[in-house]
């Protein structure tokens, strides 16, 4: 049995997996809640299970919850806890730029859908909007833009005469009230951002291309876009196992 887990900023995503391979217990945590005693309270069935997990494998952009996450598990399960980028992944996937300089996450979503074969454009609706293009087996690079949130949130905050909403799929681009004015700004500009950048990967590289979308919003957008992709939010937990099952070797 072995951890997994994947820090992000907004949320944690933990999961236990059997020997198996099988998922049996899947806890999802508030990154800025993380703390010796909500880790108690919220890993509380891993501690139950500590004299039968072997591994701990995470990824993490968030470098200061790693830690306090690597304490507890040091204190608790007696476990070293591994972030990807101290692991050798190369013979998961092959890295054409700085692994330093691109987050854990991406290189868990690219070695989640890498399959030695197809070619892929992942783009995760995060606190950022990132783009990641794999090639074969090989990480090519990507884009970060402004995620959906973090930039509704921003304008929400500083222009006094916008109210706090929620973002959803409009059909109307002309919007009659201020609401349905910033609706139909951030969902129509994303999918011509989503879009536009696509594009450009698709010239750069000349190149096609599985479109595989992730993250919170990625549900919102998937009927919008013009290029044909599918949904799979537990890509980066599939890159984790990828990596779990890598080292168990």
């Keep these: 049995?072995?951890?997994?887990?994947?820090?992000?900023?907004?949320?944690?995503?933990?999961?236990?997996?059997?020997?198996?391979?099988?998922?049996?217990?899947?806890?999802?945590?508030?990154s800025n809640l993380i703390n010796n005693n909500y880790?108690?309270?919220?890993?509380?069935?891993?501690?139950?299970?500590?004299?039968?997990?072997?591994k701990v494998i995470f990824s993490s952009v968030v470098p200061k919850k790693?830690?306090?996450?690597?304490?507890?598990?040091?204190?608790?399960?007696?476990?070293?806890?591994?972030e990807i980028k101290d692991l050798n992944i190369k013979k998961l996937i092959k890295i054409s730029v700085n692994k330093k300089q691109i987050g854990s996450d991406r290189l868990c979503n690219a070695i989640g859908v890498?399959?030695?074969?197809?070619?892929?454009?992942?783009?995760?609706?995060?606190?950022a909007t990132t783009f990641d293009v794999v090639i074969?087996?090989?990480?090519?690079?990507?884009?970060?833009?402004?995620?959906?949130?973090?930039?509704?949130?921003?304008?929400v905050s500083k222009a006094t005469l916008i109210p706090s909403l929620k973002l959803k799929k409009v059909k109307n681009i002309l919007g009659k009230?201020?609401?349905s004015a910033v609706r139909s700004g951030f969902y129509w500009g994303y999918i011509g951002l989503v879009e536009n950048i696509i594009d450009k990967i698709f010239k750069h590289t000349n190149k096609k291309y599985k479109l595989i979308l992730t993250g919170g919003y990625s549900h919102l957008f998937i009927k919008s876009i013009k290029q044909k992709a599918h949904i799979d939010k537990?890509?980066?937990?599939?890159?984790?196992?990828?990596?779990?099952?890598?080292?168990?070797?």
């Design 1 to 30: 049995m072995y951890v997994i887990g994947d820090i992000g900023n907004t949320e944690t995503k933990v999961c236990v997996y059997s020997s198996q391979k099988k998922i049996i217990k899947k806890i999802i945590l508030k």
């Design 39 to 54: 880790l108690k309270k919220k890993l509380f069935f891993i501690l139950k299970k500590k004299n039968v997990i072997k």
């Design 66 to 82: 790693f830690k306090l996450i690597k304490a507890f598990i040091l204190k608790n399960l007696k476990l070293k806890s591994f």
């Design 114 to 127: 890498n399959d030695n074969k197809n070619n892929y454009i992942i783009v995760d609706f995060g606190t």
């Design 136 to 155: 074969k087996n090989k990480y090519l690079g990507g884009i970060i833009a402004p995620g959906v949130s973090l930039s509704l949130n921003t304008l």
């Design 177 to 179: 009230t201020t609401v």
């Design 234 to 249: 537990d890509i980066t937990i599939k890159g984790l196992l990828k990596i779990a099952k890598y080292y168990e070797r």
